[in-house]
């Protein structure tokens, strides 16, 4: 898919509070003041213009940003690799624009499908997708039901897939790489109302701009429906499927100097569930629970809970011809589930649990790149992440003899929990070299080492032959050499 450019409109702008505007403050007045000179004045760099009082030197702030956000780009390319790029009006376009879910334009994309639980699928593989905001690779979370990301957070959304160069790994199926609006590149704000049928209401809130020196962009929005999961049932509406789903999104961005800013993200998302039910059903294990043997389906209550929260924050800086990233980050995931009345499902499953999964990351990312001469550009970066995963459940059963013959109608408990402690360090190290203006090879490693529910390493030689569209018939090889990081969760 074509990226285009968004045109768009300017709205009406705002004024965050003072205390934004001071963060930055004491760093733009020593970028701003420079000694008189005695001499000729130097030339402005891109972005700097000569100031009116004393000679000075300020920049544009719009200006400054948008080529950090260039320099980002090339420290990560995707050479070599297929992309399928969603830009901002793309996204607009779609049927329901900003309020259709993520994973409804990601299916827009070749080799993308989605499960009855709205979990993705690209090239027939489950749960080896890569989530990256602004070049930062999010930690996996415990998300069962939809996902956590919200559609209008995005100024564009790219699926990479095929042969990646070595700065991907641990997720190699595909790598969602989303860019994020900024108030620079949407400023002003809006609030819509969206709504159709099963019960579907869904306001959302925007608003961005520019304070001084401080980029901020921030978001939220409210779904609640009746199809919060795909009806099991062949009938048009389904039976205890209510969902509620809050989420919000913020982005503080100060620039420092025209070669640097420091961004903080901050996400969350809060989903409940009810599990949907077919009515009719009768329990045929022949089972009894409290003098109970029979319970209508319909009634069965089974709720679910997920929470998705996570924070970044990055530094950025160019100095010549070595751009730098460094990323520290966290993510906190939970999941609870219910059973309702645990007599139905005792009837029905011969087990009744209540279980909760969390699951704590953080850690720090670096990514850099050199242009050590017109033919050769060095990638080189690190990946560090310590998590860790507790867990409880209540399991209620019903005693059994050795024959497996129900001895009582009262049910028991079982508690069981624990914890793991895991770390992911990762390393990888590449060389674009431009062999002639319309061919590149792109060659590395990477090296991934876990310790968590299982112990592993693995070194991973890539390389990439990609030909330009100078070329009549452009074309790519690859030698990739795959590992996974195996599920935590």
Known sequence: MTNLVRTGTRRVSTILPSVLATLFAADAARSQETPTPAAETPAPTTGETPSSEGGGISFDVNVVATQLN????????????????????AIETQPQGDNQPLNQL???????????????????????????????????????FGQALQTRLANSVSLI??????????????????????????????VTMYG???????????????????????????????????????????????????????????I???TSR???ILGASRSQYQIPQVAGQSPTLGLTVNGVSDFPSALINENQTQINNFQILAYQKRVGDFDFQVAGFSRYSSLYFSPGNPTADLLFNGIAQTA????????????????????????????????????STTSNVLPVDENGVQTTDVPISIFDSGSKTGWIYSYYLQDEWKI???????????????????????????????GSRAIRRPSRLAIPAISRHPHSN
């Open 356 to 391: 909760s999964r969390q699951n704590w990351a953080s850690g720090v990312q670096g990514d850099g790149s050199w242009r050590a001469s017109p033919e050769h550009t060095l990638r080189s970066g690190f990946y560090i992440q310590r998590e860790r995963s507790p867990f």
């Open 262 to 264: 420091l961004t903080a």
């Open 436 to 466: 002639v203006p319309a061919v590149t090879v792109n060659f590395g490693a990477r090296y991934d080492q876990f310790a968590e529910f299982v112990s592993e390493r693995q070194l991973s030689p890539r390389v990439t032959w990609c």
């Open 161 to 190: 897939t095929g042969s990646l160069p070595a700065q991907y790994g641990l997720r190699e199926t595909g790598i969602i790489d989303i860019q994020t609006k900024t108030g620079t590149l949407d400023p002003g704000g809006s």
């Open 256 to 258: 420092i100097d025209p």
């Open 70 to 89: 260039i320099a980002r780009s090339e420290i990560q390319p995707s050479l070599g690799a297929t992309v399928y790029d969603f830009s901002r009006q």
């Open 196 to 254: 159709g049928s099963q019960s579907t209401i869904h306001p959302s809130a925007e608003w961005g701009g520019t304070v001084g020196q401080i980029d901020y962009y921030f978001t939220g929005e409210y779904l609640q429906n009746q199809e919060g999961i795909e009806n099991p049932a062949p009938t048009p509406n389904a039976i205890h499927d209510f969902s509620q789903q809050p989420k919000g999104f913020a982005y503080v961005s100060g």
């Open 106 to 144: 990601l299916l827009q994309a070749p080799g993308v499908a989605q499960d009855s639980f709205g979990q993705l699928h690209v090239r027939n593989d489950h749960a080896n997708l890569q989530f990256r905001i602004n070049g930062v690779q999010l930690p996996e979370g415990i998300n069962v």
